[in-house]
């Protein structure tokens, strides 16, 4: 069974850095193109930034483009989020996702706040 599971979200003042991870484990995470996306309370989720399962490609929401990396160990079935200068928009439950060519699967999200 596949498992996804965050972490690294907490608190953080406006203007400072969190990384995020997501480790894989039930599947073949090499062969999985990777998401993170957010969900802010009343909003809709929000696609944030995405690899490639070789992680030769990467793609950004441009909220966030020029603050946030996405990356990739596939050694260590991890997908990272640094996210650096953080504003208060920036609070949400972030949620990485993996998808196959026939299916996908959630983790179950950790929060950011970031606080004035």
């Known amino acids: 069974q596949v498992q996804l599971v965050e972490s690294g979200g907490g608190l953080v003042q406006s203007g400072g850095t969190l990384r995020l991870s997501c480790e894989a484990s039930?599947?073949?995470?090499?062969?999985?193109?990777m998401r993170w996306y957010r969900q802010a309370p009343g909003k809709e989720r929000e696609l944030v930034a995405s690899?490639?399962?070789?992680?030769?490609?990467?793609n950004y929401a441009d909220s966030v483009k020029g603050r946030f990396t996405i990356s990739r160990d596939n050694a260590k079935s991890t997908v990272y989020l640094q996210m650096n200068s953080l504003k208060l928009e920036d609070t949400a439950v972030y949620f990485c996702?993996?998808?196959?060519?026939?299916?996908?699967?959630w983790g179950q999200g950790t929060q950011v706040t970031v606080s004035s």
């Open positions: 996702n993996a998808r196959w060519a026939l299916s996908t699967s």
């Open positions: 039930g599947c073949t995470f090499s062969s999985a193109a």
């Open positions: 690899i490639t399962s070789t992680g030769g490609t990467t």
